[in-house]
């Protein structure tokens, strides 16, 4: 059974263990948060990109639609033209302008026809696409909310922690107290279990001074390692 300082230690230690488990959890949540936020941008990317084409295609079957309304004009100016012909050559000319233009007005509603087509499937696509990335998008706000109570939560929780890590420091003696966090910054836990002979916190053989130091009763005197410089306590088991 560890002496009363050893066991003051150790309550010290719990408590400390407590406040940086906190402190981590809550050091974890802007990352968290982060992600999230990146995943809902994706979603929202996604959409963007599903419009994007959508909006193509419209632009394109809008610029073929402007191509036909042109090509009609012409077609009806030859028409027009060929009526008001008197030579016999310049009918024929204005015949093959007037066969050509049809032929156009031809193609040109063809490929209208084609962007109509792919405008159907992508406004499917897109409805299809869209009412899952928003779904996703909706848990990933969910998840927002989840961290964000979360992140109010450990922050209390954190609060009485430092408390509790404190009044745990009221009664231990100074001197053992400065061995502590001296120990503290460098390792983690500072009070380690020496069984077998071993150091719990670097596992390596200590010295007898050592182990004498972590079997001792006395409160002024600490045992070591002589390694890593953990303060240590003897555990039979």
């Excluded at 230690?13 to 802007?30: C, G, K, M, N, T």
């Excluded at 941008?41 to 193509?56: G, P, Q, T, V």
């Excluded at 008197?86 to 156009?104: C, F, P, S």
Aim: hydrophobic content about 40%; charged content about 30%; some cysteine.
């Amino acid at each position: 059974m560890p002496h009363a300082v050893l066991t003051q230690l150790l309550v010290v230690q719990d408590r400390d263990a407590r406040r940086r488990q906190l402190e981590q959890q809550l050091a974890a949540v802007p990352g968290d948060r982060a992600r999230v936020e990146k995943e809902i941008a994706a979603e929202k990317a996604a959409i963007d990109a599903a419009k994007a084409e959508l909006r193509e295609l419209e632009t394109k079957k809008k610029l073929l639609e402007t191509e036909i309304g042109s090509a009609e004009t012409k077609l009806a100016r030859y028409r027009t033209q060929q009526l008001s012909v008197k030579k016999n050559d310049e009918y024929q000319a204005l015949g093959k302008e007037i066969d050509t233009m049809v032929a156009e007005i031809g193609g040109l509603e063809e490929r209208e026809l084609e962007v109509m087509y792919a405008i159907d499937a992508a406004k499917q696509r897109f409805a299809a696409a869209e009412a899952v990335l928003k779904g996703n998008i909706s848990q990933h706000e969910a998840r927002l909310a989840t961290l964000a109570d979360r992140e109010k939560n450990l922050g209390a929780e954190l609060v009485e922690a430092k408390s509790a890590a404190v009044a745990a420091r009221g009664g231990v003696p100074e001197l053992a107290m400065r061995v502590y966090e001296r120990v503290a910054q460098r390792h983690w836990p500072a009070v380690v279990p020496l069984r077998g002979g071993k150091c719990g916190g670097c596992h390596l053989k200590v010295s007898s001074e050592a182990e004498s130091g972590s079997r001792s009763a006395d409160p002024a005197k600490l045992g070591t390692c002589d390694q890593c410089g953990r303060i240590l306590y003897w555990d039979a088991n």
